[in-house]
Antibody, heavy 123, light 106 residues
Framework: QVQLVQSGGGVVQPGRSLRLSCAAS????????MHWVRQAPGKGLEWVAF????????YYADSLKGRFTISRDNSKNTLYLQMNSLRAEDTAVYYC????????????????WGQGTLVTVSS | DIQMTQSPSSLSASVGDRITITCRAS?????LNWYQQKPGKAPKLLIY???SLQSGVPSRFSGGGSGTDFTLTITSLQPEDFATYYC?????????FGPGTKLDIK
């Protein structure tokens, strides 16, 4: 079955960097687009970033202003989110999620999610 | 960017009730999805492409609408349905979520 296992969260000081990982199994990772979604404490869901199945196309939420980078290593079945210049407002639970269908540019809805990892930005 | 709104923001209902949540997009979209989230858990996909029921989701959940206006209806509420519900447009990036509707027990 599909599994998305996240790692890399924790407490980080403002202005520092952190990298999140999402290890995938149970499906052909290299054929699916992948996303990051976050949720600040007590708040709603916010879509963060998308990478196409081959990493050739990447899109981001406007609010990130170039601070975050999504990437993937299809040889390791792993998705990453590099977060730089972190701010207090980046404090959230971060989820990875997969597209519903392979290669499908229209299936950006998420039946499979990682367990979530908490990132706390605080001095 | 496409902005998503939901109404109501919160709703109190009883077991057995029928409820409807509305989601509105700031421009016409073709792909609208609904999720249920319980505290401390990842969201669960209920409905995709406005009206398609995700596998394994009970048939008391249904979605409808087109263009800019969409609905999620739950008939005969069950105790496990009390949660927060989000719509999400997957028509174009950024793939925005609505602010959520919290459904609690009356």
């Amino acid at each position: 079955q599909v599994q998305l296992v996240q790692s890399g969260g924790g407490v980080v000081q403002p202005g520092r960097s952190l990298r999140l990982s999402c290890a995938a199994s149970g499906f052909t990772f290299s054929t699916y687009g992948m996303h990051w979604v976050r949720q600040a404490p007590g708040k709603g869901l916010e879509w963060v970033a998308f990478t196409s199945y081959d990493g050739s196309n990447k899109y981001y939420a406007d609010s990130l202003k170039g601070r975050f980078t999504i990437s993937r290593d299809n040889s390791k079945n792993t998705l990453y989110l590099q977060m730089n210049s972190l701010r207090a407002e980046d404090t959230a639970v971060y989820y990875c999620a997969k597209d519903q269908e392979p290669y499908d540019i229209l299936s950006h809805y998420f039946a499979n999610w990682g367990q979530g990892t908490l990132v706390t930005v605080s001095s | 960017d496409i902005q998503m709104t939901q109404s109501p923001s919160s709703l109190s209902a009883s077991v057995g009730d029928r409820i409807t949540i509305t989601c509105r997009a700031s421009q016409s979209i073709s792909y609208l999805n609904w999720y249920q989230q319980k505290p401390g858990k990842a969201p669960k996909l209920l409905i995709y492409a406005a009206s398609s029921l995700q596998s394994g989701v009970p048939s008391r959940f249904s979605g409808g609408g087109s263009g800019t206006d969409f609905t999620l209806t739950i008939t005969s509420l069950q105790p496990e349905d009390f949660a927060t519900y989000y719509c999400q447009q997957s028509y174009t990036t950024p793939f925005t979520f609505g602010p959520g509707t919290k459904l609690d027990i009356k």
